[in-house]
């Protein structure tokens, strides 16, 4: 079997809501079937990987990962989520740039600071991995999943399919409060 066609399986089962219980049984046996030869990286490069295919079968506990960053002494101000750690860190990275730039052009002219100082008084979490339906508000998945999706008010709509379903790109600029 192919790559592609593991995939097709998978989205049966996750358009057919299918239980924990018969992607694991199904990951066990295709497991055995076409093993897995893994590249210098530890990656998949032949057969069957069983993560891959957990992920595509059941979406909302798929692993995403997520950063957030606040001022010294505040709020986070920016919380991001991504399918790819590296992704992340360099959103919130671009984030946290912005904001001292920010901070830089709307300072006083007698304040000596640079960006870099800004930037300093910056604090950040690091990139953590967490199960797709802790990070994603429960209103947002139910109106998401329904028959008739709506706005919450939250996540634009393309962007939680695109984190949902695995895409490696995708960014998702979460609600801080």
């Known amino acids: 079997m192919t790559r592609k ?3 097709t399986i998978a989205q049966v089962l996750a358009k057919h809501h299918a239980s924990e219980q018969i992607v694991a049984a199904l990951s ?3 497991s055995e ?3 897995a030869e893994r590249n210098s990286k530890g990656k998949v490069a032949r057969g069957f990987d069983p993560e891959r295919f957990r992920d595509a079968a059941l979406p909302l506990s798929r692993t995403v990962y997520v ?3 606040w001022w010294h002494d505040c709020e986070p101000f920016v919380a991001v989520a991504g399918n790819n750690p590296k992704t992340v860190e360099r959103a919130i990275f671009r984030a946290m740039r912005d904001a001292a730039t920010d901070a830089y052009n709307g300072s006083e002219p007698e304040d000596s600071r640079k960006v870099r100082d800004y930037l300093a008084d910056i ?3 690091g990139v953590d991995g967490m199960q797709f339906d802790s990070v994603i508000p429960a209103r947002t998945i139910e109106s998401y999943e329904s028959d008739n999706p709506h706005y919450t008010g939250d996540i634009d709509y393309t962007d939680y ?3 949902r ?3 490696r790109d995708a960014i998702v600029y ?3 409060c």
């Open 5 to 7: 066609d593991f995939e």
């Open 28 to 30: 066990a046996e295709f």
């Open 33 to 35: 079937m076409y093993p």
């Open 67 to 69: 950063a957030s960053a």
């Open 123 to 125: 604090c950040w979490t």
């Open 161 to 163: 399919v695109a984190l």
């Open 165 to 167: 379903d695995g895409e």
């Open 174 to 176: 979460l609600p801080t």
